[in-house]
């Protein structure tokens, strides 16, 4: 896992509430990812940051919102728009332009009651 | 263009045996192929890469080969252990910036003793 940390491990949310998921790493990394992943289905890519206060919105970004006002921290926030909010997400980071490699975190399983 | 078509879906081999995983790609620009390995539970994490300058790369058991004529990539794992059980996913990008990864749906690897 590096030096990504992921907060907390499980989540567990009534609907209608919104919820937000703690990512830090320490790695010095530019660009960091959020990624939303299902049983059975590949990662997919919810929004991304290249550098502080400045984020792209990836395949999956509807219902969800960030933020990035610190190189280290990339908060994602899942709100009552998004409809099928249980799913186990994982942030990610890169050291940006120099290196391809994706760092993943432990993720957090976020189970809507 | 954006696809990265991952087969099988799961895969049981003996200990010993040489499990091997396929994935495609339909976009000719990428050129950086990852895999991630996962545990239940856990972030993804790399365990090797290849760029399509080069037809096969080792790193200890695990091989990457490479065909890029017919836009192709696969892993084997010689002599699996069942400590290798684990979700392996394949991707793909364009290298050197902050492209995005595009990821297959996964195999989830056995390997029984």
């Known amino acids: 896992d590096g030096g990504i940390t992921q907060s907390p491990k499980y989540l567990f949310r009534k609907e209608g509430q919104n919820v937000t998921l703690s990512c830090e790493q320490n790695l010095n990394h530019d660009a960091m990812y959020w990624y939303r992943q299902d049983p059975g289905q590949g990662l997919r890519l919810i929004y991304y940051?290249?550098?502080?206060?400045?984020?792209q919105k990836g395949d999956i970004a509807e219902g969800y919102s960030v933020s990035r006002e610190k190189k280290e921290s990339f908060p994602l926030t899942v709100t009552s728009a998004q409809k099928n909010p249980t799913a186990f997400y994982l942030c990610?980071?890169?050291?940006?332009?120099?290196?391809?490699?994706?760092?993943f975190g432990p993720g957090t399983r976020l189970t809507v009651l | 263009q954006q696809q990265v078509k991952q087969s099988p879906q799961s895969l049981i081999v003996q200990k010993g045996g040489i499990p091997i995983i396929n994935c495609a790609y339909e976009n000719t620009a990428f050129d950086y192929f990852p895999w991630y390995q996962q545990f239940p539970g856990k972030g993804p994490a790399l365990l090797i890469a290849?760029?399509?300058?080069?037809s096969e790369k080792k790193e200890g058991r695990f091989t990457i080969s490479f065909n890029k004529s017919a836009k192709q990539f696969s892993l084997h794992i010689m002599d699996s252990q069942p400590g290798d059980s684990a979700t392996y996913f394949c991707?793909?990008?364009?290298?050197?910036?902050?492209?995005?990864?595009?990821f297959g749906t996964g195999t989830r690897l056995t390997i029984i003793p």
């Open positions: 991707a793909a990008s364009r290298s050197f910036g902050n492209e995005k990864l595009t």
């Open positions: 290849i760029r399509p300058d080069v």
């Open positions: 940051s290249q550098i502080v206060n400045d984020f």
């Open positions: 990610a980071s890169k050291d940006t332009p120099t290196t391809d490699t994706q760092y």
